[in-house]
């Protein structure tokens, strides 16, 4: 929707008044900056945010973009014409709906960009790779959980607004405007069981997580001590942290969330290798 909230009667008023030129015969579709949406006001975003924006999410010709509330389609243009990435633009509005299709067809981007009539909280968006917004903390905060259930690694960015106690990954600036940017994290809240092989031995350990969003810290069973995890980090479905062991060697792990599993390498520092994996309990 690239839109702002309805301020108050006074406004709902005058932009009733707007003589849309939707509504005079003869004439075709174009958007009044400041009309009247589902839940907000139309506003569309600048060239130089939407760019930004789309760099952020470090958007590629592999990713499909998905665009919430794609108001004129700027971004799903964008996202197609700038960095050859297959886009869909969801928009409620079914004359602001087809007015966008007639902006991608302009644009030469049919064949990667569309944009469709529709309710964002209705739609099925769960295949994109990357989902950008211009709507509002409430919004946003409605949307929060059923971005949060989608693949780790999806990429969003939202201009404007944030997502509440869900803390960006990065914050970027551009003419007293502000895109936030995160990176959808694998859950692993929880206890697993850790199995690790290296230098001809092997161990098994009880691991367990505590996770708010991106954000972990745990510990590890050592015997009859639970050592405290260091350096954990969790981005998207990517998974390092540290700990120290019972002869007093560090031991980095890095790996990747699958479900129920992960796995992946590790190195201590005094030069071991090995691999290890660890499985939900």
């Known amino acids: 929707m690239h839109l702002l909230r309805l301020a108050a009667a006074p406004l709902a008023a005058l932009l009733i008044a707007f003589p849309a030129a939707a509504q005079q015969k003869g004439q075709?579709?174009?958007?009044?900056?400041?009309?009247?949406?589902?839940?907000?006001i139309w506003v569309p975003t600048p060239d130089e945010v939407v760019e930004r924006m789309l760099r952020m999410a470090q958007v590629t010709a592999n990713d499909y973009v998905v665009d919430l509330g794609a108001g004129d389609g700027k971004i799903a243009i964008a996202a197609a014409k700038l960095f050859g990435a297959r886009s869909l633009g969801i928009e409620y509005n079914p004359e602001m709906a087809k007015h966008a299709q007639r902006n991608a067809e302009k644009a030469g981007v049919t064949g990667k960009a569309r944009i469709v009539q529709g309710d964002i909280f209705a739609s099925d968006f769960t295949q994109?790779?990357?989902?950008?917004?211009?709507?509002?903390?409430?919004?946003?905060?409605?949307?929060?959980?059923?971005?949060?259930?989608?693949?780790?690694?999806?990429?969003?960015?939202?201009?404007?607004?944030?997502?509440?106690?869900?803390?960006?990954?990065?914050?970027?600036?551009?003419?007293?405007?502000?895109?936030?940017?995160?990176?959808?994290p694998a859950n692993v809240?929880?206890?697993?069981?850790?199995?690790?092989?290296?230098?001809?031995?092997?161990?098994?350990?009880?691991?367990?997580?505590?996770?708010?969003?991106?954000?972990?810290?745990?510990?590890?069973?050592?015997?009859?001590?639970?050592?405290?995890?260091?350096?954990?980090?969790?981005?998207?479905?990517?998974?390092?942290?540290?700990?120290?062991?019972?002869?007093?060697?560090?031991?980095?792990l890095t790996g990747r969330v699958s479900g129920a599993?992960?796995?992946?390498?590790?190195?201590?520092?005094?030069?071991?290798?090995?691999r290890w994996s660890a499985t939900r309990k």
Do not use: C
């Not at 599993?261 to 090995?274: A, K």
């Open 28 to 40: 075709s579709y174009e958007p009044q900056v400041g009309q009247a949406g589902k839940d907000v």
């Open 128 to 184: 994109a790779t990357v989902v950008t917004m211009y709507l509002l903390p409430a919004l946003n905060l409605k949307l929060r959980p059923q971005l949060l259930a989608m693949r780790p690694g999806t990429r969003v960015v939202s201009h404007s607004f944030t997502m509440d106690d869900w803390e960006a990954d990065e914050t970027s600036s551009m003419d007293g405007r502000r895109a936030y940017f995160w990176v959808v």
């Open 189 to 252: 809240m929880g206890a697993w069981t850790l199995e690790a092989s290296g230098a001809g031995a092997s161990e098994k350990m009880e691991l367990t997580f505590e996770q708010r969003y991106q954000k972990i810290e745990g510990t590890l069973g050592l015997g009859q001590v639970q050592a405290g995890l260091r350096d954990a980090r969790l981005r998207g479905f990517n998974i390092s942290f540290s700990y120290v062991d019972g002869k007093s060697v560090r031991r980095d």
């Open 261 to 274: 599993r992960m796995e992946g390498s590790f190195r201590t520092d005094n030069g071991t290798e090995g």
